[in-house]
T-cell receptor, first 112, second 113 residues
Framework: QKEVEQDPGPLSVPEGAIVSLNCTYS??????FMWYRQYSRKGPELLMY????GNKEDGRFTAQVDKSSKYISLFIRDSQPSDSATYLC????????????FGTGTRLKVLA | NAGVTQTPKFQVLKTGQSMTLQCAQD?????MYWYRQDPGMGLRLIYY???????DKGEVPNGYNVSRLNKREFSLRLESAAPSQTSVYFC????????????FGQGTRLTVV
């Protein structure tokens, strides 16, 4: 079983839709949870990160962490064609052995 | 703002050939990383350098070597390329190993035939 599972998609939605992207993980030692966005033929770039459980909002993006369920989500409100990209979740823990693990990514296409 | 610069952007190698992928960052970061990205596998860590003068194996180090030339530069060498090393390679850097944000280069698309 992979430490981090992410549905690869592709996910196609109409412009203006609310998008929900999710990851599950198995290691309860993960402390920080990140979402990266990767445009085609580019490197990933960090969108936002959260520490422990709870919500964090940044403009149209909301990251949610539920440590009890080992489940994280990224919500995109009022999705735009420019949001079309692959979204990768990532997790880190630094206690003892260092680990920074990426999910496989979900490909999102927002249709105009 | 250069950030993380990788060279080359594309490369085709024959099986058994060697090559070095170059990476440089201008953000004065201590930690640097090499990843490979394959369909369905996500980003997998090959090697990392927590600070200048140190290097450590990641998840998939076999067939690769690295050199942390100085604080700015971190190179990845394939001594004898194999078709299984066909991938997109990303270099990344972060202020320190424990930092949540890693900054990525544009990637090198490598094909081994």
């Amino acid at each position: 079983q992979k430490e981090v599972e992410q549905d690869p998609g592709p996910l196609s939605v109409p412009e203006g839709a609310i998008v929900s992207l999710n990851c599950t993980y198995s290691n309860s030692a993960f402390q920080y949870f990140m979402w990266y966005r990767q445009y085609s033929r580019k490197g990933p770039e960090l969108l936002m990160y959260t520490y422990s459980s709870g919500n964090k909002e940044d403009g149209r993006f909301t990251a949610q962490v539920d440590k009890s369920s080992k489940y994280i989500s990224l919500f995109i409100r009022d999705s735009q064609p420019s949001d079309s990209a692959t979204y990768l979740c990532a997790m880190i823990f630094t206690s003892g052995t260092y680990k920074y693990i990426f999910g496989t990514g979900t490909r999102l296409k927002v249709l105009a | 703002n250069a950030g993380v610069t990788q060279t080359p952007k594309f490369q085709v190698l024959k099986t058994g050939q060697s090559m070095t992928l170059q990476c440089a960052q201008d953000m004065n970061h201590n930690s640097m990383y090499w990843y490979r990205q394959d369909p369905g596998m996500g980003l997998r860590l090959i090697y990392y350098s927590a600070s200048e003068g140190t290097t450590d194996k990641g998840e998939v180090p076999n067939g690769y070597n690295v050199s942390r030339l100085n604080k700015r530069e971190f190179s990845l060498r394939l001594e004898s390329a194999a078709p299984s090393q066909t991938s997109v390679y990303f270099c990344a850097s972060s202020e320190n190993r424990a930092n949540t944000e890693a900054f990525f280069g544009q990637g090198t698309r490598l094909t081994v035939v």
